[in-house]
């Protein structure tokens, strides 16, 4: 089993992967970069599986004011939380740049939909 990384040094490990250049192409697509690194979503995907699906992590990441870690939050966030209103308000608030909320809510019914297939439970989302 993989020790849980911190915050703080998945902040670190993020740090070294950051392109600053990345930035002012995201402010041309609107994306708020005064609370970005700049790191590319090829290296998040490889930490959000390095790190696995945890939801206190994810959880915790999603309060880490970082546009890095609220999209590894939804990463490693459990899709079976995600479901029927368990998520509970903490995802509620913070969709501040829109591309973010876009990614987590892609990425959050992506992995319902796969966790779903494996379990062969298909959720009634109409009610």
Known sequence: MVATRTIE????????TARPGALEGMAR?????????G???PDLRVMGKS???NQELALDLWRTPLRETR?????????????GGRCGCAWGGGFGPWIASSL?????????LQEERRS?????YTA
């Not at 697509?29 to 690194?37: H, N």
């Not at 999209?71 to 479901?83: C, F, G, K, T």
């Not at 987590?104 to 319902?112: C, G, L, P, T, V």
């Open 9 to 16: 040094e998945i902040v670190e490990l993020l740090r070294p």
């Open 29 to 37: 697509f609107g994306i708020a970069t005064e609370s970005a690194l």
């Open 39 to 41: 790191v590319a979503m």
């Open 51 to 53: 790190l696995g699906r």
């Open 71 to 83: 999209i590894l939050a939804s990463l490693v966030a459990d899709p079976q939380q995600m479901i």
């Open 104 to 112: 987590i809510a892609d990425m959050a019914e992506m992995r319902m």
């Open 120 to 124: 062969g439970v298909v959720a009634d």
